[in-house]
């Protein structure tokens, strides 16, 4: 069994659709929690990043943690086209240097 | 604040022959740096890690090898590339420490063998 486990998608919503991105992963000990953008020939972006349970907002992105179900989410409010891209997720522990990553999901955004 | 670069951008070179990608990161100190492999469609594969200057970590054998000569400098080798070799390279670093709660990506060299 894989660490993090990522649908890939593809994912197409119109414009202004509500995104939902998912990973769950098996490792208990993992505390931190991080998601990227990877515009096509480019580096993943750091999007955002959580500790432990919980949610936190960034504008138009949610990112919501659930300790108890080894389940984290991305929510992206009003998709505009430039959304458009692969999503990973990631996440490490206090314990160790690595950090786990997602396989990503594909997300295009239709004017 | 901080930036990491890798160079070159993209790099075509025949089978046989040697490697040379560089990462440097600038604005931070004692980071720890990391090599990773991204297939296309596939998804991040750690090559080397290394929490300090000369401590290299390597998770997949192969016939790369990685060198850290500065504090912010990371360097990804091969004597002889393979074709299995192509790929897009990132270089990654996080703050230093038991905490490793973020991770940040250079742009990428995009590496074709032929």
């Known amino acids: 069994q894989k660490e993090v486990e990522q649908d890939p998608g593809p994912l197409s919503v119109p414009e202004g659709a509500i995104v939902s991105l998912n990973c769950t992963y098996s490792?208990?000990?993992?505390?931190?929690f991080m998601w990227y953008r990877q515009y096509s020939r480019k580096g993943p972006e750091l999007l955002m990043y959580?500790?432990?349970?919980g949610n936190k907002e960034d504008g138009r992105f949610t990112a919501q943690v659930d300790k108890s179900s080894k389940y984290i989410s991305l929510f992206i409010r009003d998709s505009q086209p430039s959304d458009s891209a692969t999503y990973l997720c990631?996440?490490?522990?206090?314990?160790?240097?690595?950090?786990?990553f997602g396989t990503g999901t594909s997300l295009t955004v239709i004017p | 604040s901080q930036t990491i670069h890798q160079w070159p951008a993209t790099l075509v070179q025949p089978v046989g022959s040697p490697l040379s990608l560089e990462c440097t990161v600038e604005?931070?100190?004692?980071?720890?740096l990391y090599w990773y492999r991204q297939a296309a469609g596939r998804g991040l594969q750690l090559l080397f890690y290394?929490?300090?200057?000369?401590?290299i970590s390597s998770e997949v054998p192969q016939n790369l090898s990685a060198s850290r000569p500065q504090d912010r400098q990371f360097i990804l080798s091969s004597k002889k590339l393979l074709l299995s070799d192509s790929g897009f390279y990132l270089c990654?670093?996080?703050?230093?420490?038991?905490?490793?709660?973020?991770?940040?990506f250079g742009p990428g060299t995009r590496l074709l063998v032929l």
């Open positions: 959580t500790y432990s349970s």
């Open positions: 990654a670093w996080s703050p230093g420490g038991v905490n490793q709660e973020t991770q940040y």
């Open positions: 604005g931070t100190s004692n980071p720890n």
């Open positions: 990631a996440m490490s522990s206090n314990t160790g240097n690595q950090f786990y």
């Open positions: 490792n208990s000990a993992f505390q931190y």
């Open positions: 290394s929490v300090g200057i000369g401590q």
